[in-house]
């Protein structure tokens, strides 16, 4: 079966600028999470979303937001681009209520220059 | 969750055993042992779990000491396709509000051919 997509691979910002990244889940999961991972603080959770509520967040500063819609797609959000943006976003989709682990997507190279 | 430690590298000649420790000297009772690995600039893949049991999978084995406080995870035939960032993490297993993974430091296993 297909596994998690993220869409764009990479992505070129500039300072001041948003940007939308995208995240389809594998079909039949229901929860979906992001994380940010950079050289400096390695794989760090943003938020998770679960039927389109999100139900758990990291402590990241709220220019950086994201929704869930009802076919368990996911999109993050970061407005105010800042350099310190320029990371690897990944996106992981469970079945929750279970200890099965997450799968994770190739993720999003974001470059804020 | 639990904290983990892991040894920041490894090395392993290819064709040997792969032995990975991790100590979770402050596991609970509910939370599984998880591990995943990360090759370079590639999305986390699972690899496998357990809560106190022994675990085999067609990728690796997963080793639980009685008490809960460390585990071992073993690749039996490392090849150089097996050099990845390994994170071991404990976590509730069954999701109640919401869930996330926290990743330590890892141990960045290299395997020498």
């Known amino acids: 079966k297909a596994g998690v997509t993220q869409t764009p691979r990479y992505l070129i910002k500039t300072r001041g600028q948003q940007v939308t990244l995208s995240c389809s889940p594998i079909?039949?999961?229901?929860?979906v999470s992001w994380y940010q991972q950079t050289p400096g603080q390695g794989l760090q959770f943003l938020f998770e979303?679960?039927?389109?509520?999100?139900?758990n967040k990291g402590n990241f500063p709220g220019r950086f937001s994201g929704r869930q819609f009802s076919n368990s797609r996911s999109e993050m959000n970061v407005s105010t681009l800042e350099l310190g943006d320029s990371a690897l976003y990944l996106c992981?989709?469970?079945?929750?209520?279970?200890?099965?682990?997450?799968?994770f997507g190739s993720g999003t190279r974001l470059t804020v220059v | 969750d639990a904290k983990t430690t892991q040894p920041p590298s490894m090395d392993c000649a290819e064709g040997r055993a792969a032995n990975l420790p991790c100590n979770h000297s402050?596991?609970?009772?509910?939370?599984?042992v998880y591990w995943y690995r990360q090759i370079h600039s590639q999305g986390p893949q699972y690899i496998i779990h357990?809560?106190?049991n022994n675990e085999t999978n067609e990728m690796a084995s997963l080793i639980i000491t009685e008490d809960r406080k460390s585990s071992t995870l073993i690749l039996p035939h490392a090849t150089l396709r097996d050099t990845a960032v390994y994170y071991c993490?404990?976590?509730?297993?069954?999701?109640?509000?919401?869930?996330?993974?926290?990743f330590g430091e890892g141990t960045q296993l290299t395997v020498n051919p």
């Open positions: 992981a989709s469970s079945l929750s209520r279970s200890p099965n682990g997450y799968t």
């Open positions: 079909s039949g999961h229901r929860s």
């Open positions: 979303y679960f039927s389109e509520t999100q139900r």
């Open positions: 402050t596991i609970s009772g509910n939370e599984y």
């Open positions: 357990g809560l106190k």
């Open positions: 993490i404990v976590r509730v297993g069954r999701e109640t509000s919401g869930s996330r993974l926290t």
